[in-house]
């Protein structure tokens, strides 16, 4: 009886140093994806502020969504192999994909600027820090999952009400939008701002992936 208890205790440690070593590779991807989709946000926001110009930020875009795809094809490549992962492996790939998702939405209004966009960005400045100040958090989020679990459910709030902000903000600038003249100047700039509304959202969806991943790992 007490062989076999010690041989349990010992499949147990083994079980959790090889949970421990293959989840520190997967918390690494994934917040290399959160990483590659700030990038993408902080262009956007270079943009806004007139410290890059249009076309070369949409090139420059190209580059940082192929690094995304890299990161979340490398991550979709090490749940085939792995036994074991911090999370349930589909919650995993939900939250990738929602943090990719995040990214292409970065992307297409990057190329909507450069395609249409009004002479005059400063307005997609303040929501865009907000969706940066998102990615932090949820960076912070992430790099808890093995370490730190009970403290995810904290940072992840705060990743919601940087979301929360950039809804408010996105509110407030259409509410200025539409008490001016109505042309297409006007049409442009909501276009833009449905755009970063919709980042938001993304955003929003990738940390309520996390949450519901480490609620169901807490049962």
Not at 60 to 79: I, K, P, Q, T
């Amino acid at each position: 009886m007490k062989r076999a208890k010690g041989r349990t205790r010992r499949f147990a440690r083994a079980w959790d140093d090889l949970r421990g070593r293959s989840g520190r590779r997967i918390v690494g991807l994934v917040r290399d994806q959160v990483a590659i989709a700030r990038a993408g946000a902080e262009l956007a926001r270079s943009v806004a502020s007139g410290e890059v110009e249009r076309s070369a930020a949409r090139a420059r875009m190209a580059d940082v969504e192929h690094e995304g795809d890299e990161a979340r094809a490398e991550l979709v490549r090490l749940l085939r192999r792995v036994l074991a992962t911090p999370i349930d492996r589909e919650d995993l790939f939900r939250l990738s994909r929602s943090i990719d998702d995040v990214l292409d939405q970065l992307r297409d209004h990057v190329r909507e600027i450069d395609l249409f966009g009004p002479e005059d960005l400063r307005f997609a400045a303040e929501p865009l820090q907000a969706v940066i100040d998102g990615l932090d958090e949820l960076e912070g989020a992430v790099l808890k999952m093995i370490d730190a679990p009970a403290s995810v459910t904290v940072a992840v709030l705060a990743t919601r009400k940087a979301c929360s902000r950039v809804r408010q903000l996105y509110q407030a600038r259409l509410a200025e939008l539409f008490a001016g003249p109505l042309d297409m100047d006007t049409l442009r700039r909501r276009e833009l701002l449905s755009r970063l509304d919709a980042v938001g959202r993304r955003l929003g969806e990738a940390a309520d992936a996390l949450a519901d991943a480490m609620l169901k790992r807490s049962h």
